[in-house]
């Protein structure tokens, strides 16, 4: 079966048909044809309604049987038990590709899977491939493309894609994203019961998707563990895969078991298999979107050395520690850098990496302090990257998108990022916003700023065998000789 | 020593002098004042400038020993080296407190320790407490006292008292607290240097405070580690203690000495001491608020077992994965709450605990779905707890403090928490303001959520010996015969 062929149709099809489509604002069927509207679909899309002439100024269609040639993909808005029915059209009409987002199938007991045996049992035979059943569907930014049964607004274009057995990935988390995240999204599937199309269609596909800078992937477990191992290393070697897996513990997967009815090994097993990958294990979506917006903004780091600059003392410690759990060391800085730094602080103030600059603020405010010691340590050959650490009060006010556009301008090799700790919540919400928008990771905390950090770290040394090896800590503090 | 009353001066002065006091909006000796005014202390406030005749329309005077009596805390708001003149004033004044909000003491190598000695030396012969130096102050909601160096706004009073070596506390945590975390504070002191006053005078004085029902607190290492036990184990005794302790790495530990100056014992000694105190240790600061709002708003839970009831399945798999994690267990529901679930789902959807109610949700809308449901776990017996999991998109809007009114109503023995998990950021804030000011917890995530019950329910176990024993997890699903 050729994988990239099938999962065209998903993501790129000339032509939808929206079965059970609706004039109801509010209904999944109205949703899905009032989404493709919002995403500026390119192709043909066919609502298909027995009594409705029009949906959303689009023309209505009777059935599959009337519509003027057959769709690329089919999403079947119908109850759960008018399915199977339905897929008798679609094979008559020679439809290759179903989306089903009806739940009450595998994810509902001993009936429910005959249901969804009895349906598969059509598809197979006439060779269509299915999504679903429970699925909320698929999106593509780059073809306008939003099968979604829950409304969304246009998202931002961008180059990371998204997966998994949730449906939180095409409602809920599509727009966290978009108004949370603010980075750009290429492709999502929510694959449902995975009944036919699993985790590895999609790895095998989004492997070769030019448009996919950066994969995530949700999964509670896979049927056919060897050709994952296979699927997700080839996908690992290719782009950076951020995959999250539940079900640990035993509770959880027996949760899983009733979430989509489906089987998966020890939790050892998977330990293994995606460690030998090299895929990067996240704990929970936060991480994984914590690292998307890493890899997808930010250059690979030459090496594990990383600058920290704090407006507090606490953000040094927390960062001391954050560094060494994910394999990053904050190294000595060049005496060069400790010469430029000491112009930006009292005379008494120690200088070191991290640079706690508190005493700078208090004496020479925070936009000079900040912008003479970020450009004193990204000068410093010694460190690969910087993480500056924020309290939003009104004393550190400054234009940080500016500072960090000019930390890229002159080393745009070293990957920045931004740790906004506390402060006033509107204050957080307007930098963080600006800091996005100009492609600057923003993080709530120096440890999940340091976590992301680690995972570019990591990936860069995985594939780039060139690069520099991992640094050990070693520290010293540079004080002025009394 | 009576540090009860030692304390009472930094917390509850009868009058306060800010020597160093300034005209200069944006100056530390301007805006201690003007946060004396914002949060309305109640006591006389003495600014003292040599030239200045009135700061923010109070009389200034021109010296400690000019002023109409001696004032019950100074705060000294001057350069590092006058602060050893300032201290012999203060003894000659017969003050008793001092705040030394300066930096370059023994956070700042050989040369600042020598000077700390210094000036701790004249407050010692004196009889003086002194916090700091390095310390940005304390705050009692209770007594209209702030005497931050850096600008607040009034906050919310409540139970919560927090302390440590960090400035973040009276400044932009405080700020964070205020317009994000929602939770009423009480005292909040930054201990700086900590070169008299430390963790143990804190501990000691906030376990007899009643105004104080939980405590959160941030060291990076103590002096008296016997001490420390002691005052820790007699706090926890007392209310809820939240710690957060740093420096858990070698490079921490570097950082920390650097940070303040202090000394501190192994990691090892730290995990064995809080872990026989009783108290609770967290993370990071993200953890101690989520736990300080529950332990401030909700009752303790009769046992461990919880009721989860979600939009989407993936939350039911996630949380399933967090309560085995954080010791508490989603019990089998009686067949009474089976019944009642029933009426707000589909006739095929499978009814258990967690329950994923999205089938209800696209029958019958969310209000109902989410109003039938939880009252059914909410009057089951076997549940202790709840946590209800909302994804915020358009077709899940309800009243959700209604909702959380309604469950409070009938079981207000039975603590309820809230995830809200991706969705819109504004609607995202909304929602978490509404819980919130009507004293519901709402976290991001459902790990957030049931790591907080989970905090509760150790706590509740630990301090009332007649509380049920912990159960341990089975599981049934309740099918409808097919």
Known sequence: ??????????????????????????????????????????????????????ILGLQAYPSLAELPDAPDLVVAVLPRLQTAELMKDCAAAHVGSVIIPAAGFSDAGDEGRRLQDDVMGIASSAGIRVMGPNSIGTVNTGAGLATSIVTLERLKEGGVSIFG????????IARWINTSEHFGIRKIACLGNKADIDENDLLEHLADDPGTRVIGAYTEGVRDGERFARALARAAAAKPVLLMKSGRTETGRRARESHTGALAGSEQVYAGVIEQSGAIRVDDFEEMFDCAKAFEWLPAPRGNRVGVISITGVGCVLSADASAVHGLVMPPIADSTVEAMRGALPEWAPVSNPADIWAGIESSGAEATYRAVASAIADDPSVDS???IFTLIPESRLDVAALFDEIRSAHPEKPAVAALMAGEATMHVEWKEALESAGVPAYTSPERALRALGALCSYAKRTDPLNPPEVHQTTTHHRRKT
């Open 1 to 54: 079966m050729d994988t990239g062929d099938s999962m065209k149709a998903f993501f790129d099809p000339t032509s939808v048909a929206v079965v059970g489509a609706s004039r109801a604002a509010g209904k999944g069927g109205n949703t899905i044809v009032a989404n493709m509207l919002e995403f500026g679909f390119g192709g043909r899309i066919y609502p298909v309604n027995p009594s409705a002439g029009e």
């Open 165 to 172: 057995q949730t449906g939180m990935f095409a409602s809920g």
């Open 386 to 388: 910087l993480l500056l």
